[in-house]
């Protein structure tokens, strides 16, 4: 009779496999899953940098222009009063004074982007924290439930033998 027994214990012991292999199985869809999760959000933040960048880079490019504009006025009014013979123009502290206001313009311009960048690369850090940290604990629960199964497989083999003698020693022999 105890070979009844064990034929019992190997069925628990498939049945566990098989809710071991389905927990692999779905550890394995939350992985993939975790990973498209990672890219959508990455996608969305990128998305979210670029609008906050284009109206900062707009608006200095707009004011580059302007004054670039006023420079090349000045200096074509320097130009226009040398060819004429008439009294020259000396525009350069005005000219100075709009290249400084460039310079102005592109350090503001550079510390925008620059916050806006390192305020974004934090939010993809953080991003990247936190599907690490989810991905680590899949990754653990996956060994986990792989060596279960490992033990489980190594147990129905030595119940599956045990089986087998029991019914080899319970067989009534003829002599």
Same mark, same amino acid.
């Given at each position: 009779?105890?070979?009844?027994?064990?034929?019992? =214990?190997?069925?628990?012991?498939?049945?566990?496999?098989?809710?071991?292999?389905? =927990?692999?199985?779905?550890?394995?869809?939350?992985? =993939?899953?975790?990973?498209?999760?990672?890219?959508?959000?990455?996608?969305?933040?990128?998305?979210?940098?670029?609008?906050?960048?284009?109206?900062?880079?707009?608006?200095?490019?707009?004011?580059?222009?302007?004054?670039?504009?006023?420079?090349?006025?000045? =200096?074509?009014?320097?130009?226009?009063?040398?060819?004429?013979?008439?009294?020259?123009?000396?525009?350069?502290?005005?000219?100075?004074?709009?290249?400084?206001?460039?310079?102005?313009?592109?350090?503001?311009?550079?510390?925008?982007?620059?916050?806006?960048?390192?305020?974004?690369?934090?939010?993809?850090?953080?991003?990247?924290?936190?599907?690490?940290?989810?991905? +680590?604990?899949?990754?653990?629960?996956?060994?986990?439930?792989?060596?279960?199964?490992?033990?489980?497989?190594?147990?129905?083999?030595?119940?599956?033998? +045990?089986?087998?003698?029991?019914?080899?020693?319970?067989?009534?022999?003829?002599?």
């Amino acid at each position: 009779m105890g070979w009844v027994t064990l034929t019992l =214990r190997k069925r628990e012991l498939k049945q566990e496999h098989a809710y071991y292999q389905l =927990r692999d199985l779905q550890i394995s869809r939350e992985k =993939r899953q975790l990973a498209r999760r990672k890219q959508y959000e990455t996608a969305v933040i990128q998305n979210e940098q670029q609008q906050e960048l284009t109206p900062i880079k707009n608006e200095y490019n707009q004011e580059r222009q302007r004054i670039m504009d006023e420079i090349s006025g000045y =200096r074509d009014q320097e130009k226009a009063s040398r060819e004429n013979g008439g009294e020259e123009l000396d525009f350069s502290s005005e000219i100075s004074g709009l290249q400084m206001e460039l310079s102005n313009a592109q350090l503001e311009y550079t510390g925008n982007v620059d916050d806006r960048k390192t305020f974004y690369e934090n939010e993809l850090a953080m991003l990247e924290e936190e599907v690490s940290d989810e991905e +680590a604990q899949l990754d653990m629960e996956q060994v986990e439930i792989e060596a279960q199964m490992e033990a489980i497989s190594q147990e129905m083999q030595a119940v599956s033998e +045990a089986v087998s003698t029991e019914i080899q020693n319970s067989t009534i022999k003829l002599a």
